[in-house]
């Protein structure tokens, strides 16, 4: 596609039950980012992708969080027993090279009430 | 790991005048440095990019330094616009093996009309 999309947009969702959010990257783009991004915070590093393979998962907050990505293109990232800490917008980004920076998506706004 | 430090936080300035955002980063190993503007609501995007070949580059009224001695690069915006306000994020990349992304925790710059 032409750019990096995300959906939902947005999702509600009630404390403990568990949300999946999915980017679908720009073609050809071989790395993926997952951000989350909290009300007036900056940008907090989740998982990074390289094709299928997720060499650094070290900013999932918990066991609670996974991601995966399939055929080194669509990524889904699972909460499992959502909290209310959870609640923010999730950004996804691709990159065909980190020389040539990324494309963030437009997020997903989660809100756990 | 890298360590991005960015400052200032928050800026305010009077439209017409110059607003210089700075950080400075830890791994000297990084060579790519972009800038991303994060309107309210919205994604952010690339703005600007240096790499570490290059001292300066400029892009009509946004510039970027890189002093790969201090370890620090900067962000200048001359002549400012209200539509220039913004939170802008610098990043430090190393795009050899494993392209780590570490983000600066953002500026939020106010442009006063």
């Known amino acids: 596609g032409a750019g990096v999309s995300q959906s939902p947009s947005n999702k509600v969702t009630e404390k403990g039950k568990d949300v999946e959010l999915r980017c679908d990257p720009i073609s050809g783009h071989t790395a993926l980012y997952w951000y989350r991004q909290s009300l007036g915070q900056g940008l907090e590093f989740l998982i990074y992708f390289q094709g299928n393979s997720a060499p650094d998962k070290s900013g999932l907050p918990s066991d609670r969080f996974s991601a995966e990505r399939t055929g080194g293109s669509v990524s889904t990232l699972t909460i499992q027993r959502t909290q209310q800490e959870d609640s923010a917008v999730y950004l996804c980004?691709?990159?065909?090279?980190?020389?040539?920076?990324?494309?963030f998506g437009s997020g997903t706004r989660l809100t756990v009430v | 790991g890298e360590n991005v430090e960015q400052h200032p936080s928050t800026l305010s300035v009077q439209e017409g005048d110059s607003a210089v955002i700075k950080c400075t980063y830890s791994d000297s190993a990084s060579n790519y440095f972009p800038w991303y503007k994060q309107e309210l609501g919205k994604r952010p995007q690339l703005i600007i990019d240096?790499?570490?070949?290059?001292g300066e580059k400029k892009d009509q009224r946004i510039a970027v330094t890189l002093n790969k001695t201090a370890k620090h690069f900067s962000l200048h915006i001359t002549e400012t616009q209200p539509e220039d306000s913004a939170v802008y994020f610098c990043a430090a990349i190393y795009s050899g093996g494993y392209q780590k992304v570490t983000f600066g925790i953002g500026t939020k710059l106010q442009v006063i009309p």
């Open positions: 240096i790499r570490s070949n290059v």
């Open positions: 980004a691709s990159s065909s090279s980190a020389l040539y920076g990324y494309t």
